[in-house]
């Protein structure tokens, strides 16, 4: 019904899909494609080269203490930190498919690792989106605040429930011999440079469906009230958020919507994660994590704004 929907929205109105096709277009031309890219090759060579453990290793007790997690698993940790959503999800399967880390860590690092990059966050909403009218230590504070909260709610969850998931966040390590061919500085290279021009490709597929479908939304739903734009920042984060930004709503609201809309990632975020994340791992808690954390951000942001 959804494709039907979008087909008719394709044809009665070419001009205005064309418009929303070349906005979402644009952005993963302009910024996902130059900004992610690199990293997803770097990370693939660097995966596949057994480079990680190597270079975490020696930090190992931080990492176990503070995340409860392996020097591998930090490595996801690390950089879907600083790359932004999804390439936290994307290492945290690529670990887990690579024999890295154990299934049960693969889940819990699931919960946890997949957020927007500083890049996007002090860029695009603070400066594009909000003007730069909010603070952007206070924004980074309430974003880093929630997310260190729900890793530790998700960690107690993980160690109370730990017979549903493989017993135990040990990595994986696997003594499967490599062919000459396959392990060449060439042969990994390649391999490493398909994949990332596979997985962003994908990821440009997503962001231009659901910029029609938002179109779509926005062209049939005239009413512009709260939920009709948080609903709009649900769709498609980006476009959601600078229609967030040309609203009349009041400044807290404002902050509070874009808040939770980053802290959630939205449908086609939550969309790009399932199609690079293995089937072997549940999305379940991955969800549930995104709801608490959105939560715990909300209450966050009422307890500074309207107590402090």
């Not at 391999?191 to 938002?214: C, D, H, K, P």
Request: charged share 10%; with cysteine; glycine share 6%.
């Amino acid at each position: 019904m959804i494709s039907i929907l979008l087909l008719l929205f394709l044809m009665l109105y070419p001009e205005e899909a064309l418009l929303c096709a070349q906005k979402g277009m644009q952005l993963w031309l302009n910024i996902l494609l130059p900004t992610l890219l690199p990293f997803m090759i770097l990370t693939g060579v660097l995966i596949r080269t057994d480079m990680i453990g190597q270079r975490l290793t020696p930090m190992e007790s931080i990492w176990q203490k503070i995340f409860g997690v392996s020097p591998a698993g930090a490595y996801a940790i690390v950089f879907g930190l600083l790359c932004g959503y999804p390439m936290g999800a994307k290492l945290t399967s690529d670990l887990y498919t690579s024999r890295k880390i154990s299934r049960r860590e693969a889940q819990y690092l699931l919960t946890f690792t997949n957020h927007a990059s500083p890049m996007f966050i002090s860029s695009y909403l603070i400066h594009t989106c909000m003007n730069g009218q909010v603070s952007a230590l206070e924004v980074f504070s309430l974003l880093l605040g929630s997310a260190f909260l729900t890793m530790l709610c998700m960690r107690l969850w993980f160690f109370r429930t730990g017979s549903r998931y493989t017993a135990g966040f040990s990595p994986i390590y696997t003594s499967k011999k490599e062919t000459s061919s396959d392990s060449s500085p060439g042969a990994i290279l390649d391999a490493s440079i398909m994949n990332g021009f596979e997985t962003i490709t994908r990821l440009g597929g997503y962001i231009l469906m659901f910029s029609i479908l938002n179109a779509c939304v926005r062209h049939f739903w005239k009413n512009r009230s709260i939920l009709s734009y948080l609903l709009f920042c649900l769709l498609e984060m980006t476009t959601g958020l600078h229609q967030l930004s040309l609203s009349s709503l009041g400044a807290d609201t404002k902050c509070l919507c874009a808040l939770i809309t980053v802290t959630l990632g939205g449908i086609c975020v939550t969309a790009q994660t399932r199609s690079l994340v293995t089937r072997e791992l549940s999305l379940l808690p991955y969800l549930a994590s995104k709801l608490l954390n959105a939560l715990i951000v909300m209450i966050l942001f009422l307890f500074i704004t309207k107590i402090i």
